[in-house]
Nanobody
């Protein structure tokens, strides 16, 4: 099927930057939406940023102006550039992709395993 592998997380001080990457591999005939979600301890998973196959993007209000999502369609990879990080950005970040892996035109949901981002004050 399809695997999503995230990288780039870690520990950073407030005001710092990190860049997350997520590469999709396996049997892929098309990738529609790619996105980043996050889940902080005791909270529900929330959408951080999303990019469609046409390049359009959406952001959570809490990260607008600080985070930038981008994708490389040739590599089936999505990135999240995170600048001016705040302690409240601390969470496990999950990569999401809607992938057509059966050549049917139907995209199925796939998730990465999650990667920790910790911002110290």
């Amino acid at each position: 099927q399809v695997q999503l592998v995230e990288s780039g997380g870690g520990l950073v001080q407030a005001g710092g930057s990190l860049r997350l990457s997520c590469a999709a591999s396996g049997t892929i005939f098309g990738v529609a939406t790619m996105a980043w979600y996050r889940q902080a301890p005791g909270k529900q998973r929330e959408l951080v940023a999303r990019t469609s196959s046409d390049g359009s993007t959406n952001y959570a209000d809490s990260v607008k102006g600080r985070f930038t999502i981008s994708r490389d369609n040739a590599k089936n990879t999505v990135y999240l550039q995170m600048n001016n990080l705040k302690p409240e950005d601390t969470a496990v970040y999950y990569c999401y992709a809607a992938v057509d892996y059966r050549r049917t035109g139907i995209a199925y949901d796939f998730w990465g395993q999650g990667i920790q981002v910790t911002v110290s004050s």
